[in-house]
């Protein structure tokens, strides 16, 4: 194994996946360069089982960097929220707010393919694994090995993008004791871009459009979790249409695949010369599809503070991100605090039987559908995140 000499970039971005990505390309477009830093090869993304909500404004960004999938996008046109055994529903309808679609649905593979799409060749070194990193008064340094090369990277800003952090003392951790099963089914009749949320004792179940399919997403606690995905494919659509009722029939479903849910909160986002962003910020349950939404504001955020701030060299020719960094911490937090609490308090108000919680919780989704106010702000909050709020 060979060690070269230090090389020096000005931003460095552990994490290739779609956030990470987002950021690297808004730099360029821009005129700042970075380099993306990945442990995967890069077309593992391709087997990423994920289907993802966006919301009208993650279009509109993604847009402006030429990676949004237009074919591979199916647009939710209306919003259906109801709870199971009890009364009360309300109905969100794009028509109310002037736009093509509220959402859109896209497999999780083909938003990293159309980010991919994008780079340099030379703009990820994949497949390498970080060894050390180093912070001190004036950057940061990180030892890695790639290719079977040690290699040694001095950058002015570490921005971390690598997803679900692993046990962190700076990341609070909620369990919420339940798991998302997730596949793909056929449904009769057609979903006529209707997406639903149904919010059953056991957990959150949505289906979002793709396609001619839905994905679904089946909330469970783990040992119910289990049995779901032991089940065969007659018994899973069995249990699915029990959950969900009888306004339509499933069938056919693909692959299932799982995922354990948390609430994961960074405290602080920005240390010395280190920014964490997307889901190794914030990992939020997947209720009302906010993780990569949000994730994507973070980024962007980042990416127009510094080369707002323009680049500040030293008499080396060395960058300086001075005072950017502490204001980007601050502007993320209402979105941050805001979407986590949003999500938070929806599993943890649905996720019962406790009948007079079921009861309010009906009278909450009349009230939804009778004040359009109290409905515009969570149609809002889906179409454009923080930008909801007053
Ligand atoms: C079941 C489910 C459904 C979801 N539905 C939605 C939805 O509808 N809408 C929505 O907005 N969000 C949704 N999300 C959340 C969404 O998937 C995430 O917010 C999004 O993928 C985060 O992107 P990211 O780039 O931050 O992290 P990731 O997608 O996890 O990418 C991180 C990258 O970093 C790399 N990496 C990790 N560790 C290292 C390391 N040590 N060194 C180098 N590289 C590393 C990984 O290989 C990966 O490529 C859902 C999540 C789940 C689990």
């Known amino acids: 194994m ?33 380099l993306l830093l ?3 090869p890069q077309q593992a993304q391709q087997t990423d089982p994920r289907a993802l909500a966006l919301s009208h404004g993650a279009r509109e960004l993604l847009e402006q960097i030429n990676s949004w ?7 939710i046109e209306t919003i259906h929220v109801s709870q199971k055994g009890g009364f009360g529903r309300t109905l969100i309808d794009r028509k109310e707010y002037d736009l093509p679609a509220l959402g859109y649905v896209v497999r999780y593979r083909d938003l990293a393919g159309a980010l991919a799409s994008n780079l340099a060749s030379d703009a990820v070194l994949a497949e390498a694994e970080i060894l050390d990193i180093t912070p001190d008064d004036d950057g940061v340094t ?5 290719a079977d090369q040690l290699r040694t990277i001095r950058t002015k800003l570490l921005v971390h993008a690598e997803g679900t952090p692993g046990d962190d003392p700076a990341v609070k951790v909620s369990d919420y004791d339940q798991h ?4 793909e089914v056929t449904p009769t009749p057609g979903h006529n871009k209707r997406a639903w949320e149904r919010f059953t004792p056991d957990g959150p179940l949505a289906l979002l459009p793709l396609g001619d399919e839905y994905s679904i997403v089946f909330t469970l606690p783990p040992n119910k979790a289990d049995a779901v995905m032991a089940m065969d494919d007659d018994a899973f659509t069995a249990a699915l249409q029990q959950q969900f009722g009888q306004r339509m029939s499933f069938a056919k479903p693909g692959k299932r695949s799982r995922f354990p849910l948390f609430l994961r909160l960074r405290d602080t986002v920005v240390k010395g010369s280190q920014v964490w962003i997307g889901n190794t910020a914030q990992t939020l349950h997947p209720v009302s599809g906010q993780g990569f939404n949000l994730g994507i504001r973070d980024a962007w955020q980042l990416a127009e503070m510094l080369l707002e701030n323009g680049v500040d060299r030293d008499p080396q020719g060395v960058p300086r991100w001075d005072g950017s960094l502490e204001n980007y911490a601050a502007s993320r937090r209402l979105d941050r605090q805001g979407s986590a609490f949003f999500t938070d308090r929806i599993v943890r108000t649905f996720s019962n039987d406790f009948g007079p919680l079921k009861l309010a919780r009906g009278l909450g989704l009349l009230a939804l559908d009778l004040c359009p106010p109290a409905r515009h702000f969570v149609a809002k909050r889906m179409i454009w995140g923080a930008r909801a709020w007053p």
């Open 180 to 183: 998302a099963v997730i596949c």
């Open 142 to 146: 990180v030892s890695l090995r790639h």
């Open 38 to 40: 990945d442990r995967r």
């Open 2 to 34: 060979t060690e070269a000499a230090v090389e020096h970039v000005d931003i460095l971005i552990i994490g290739a996946g779609p956030v990470g990505m987002t950021l690297h390309l808004a730099l360029a477009a821009g005129g700042q360069k970075s």
């Open 69 to 75: 999938p237009t074919r591979a996008a199916t647009p």
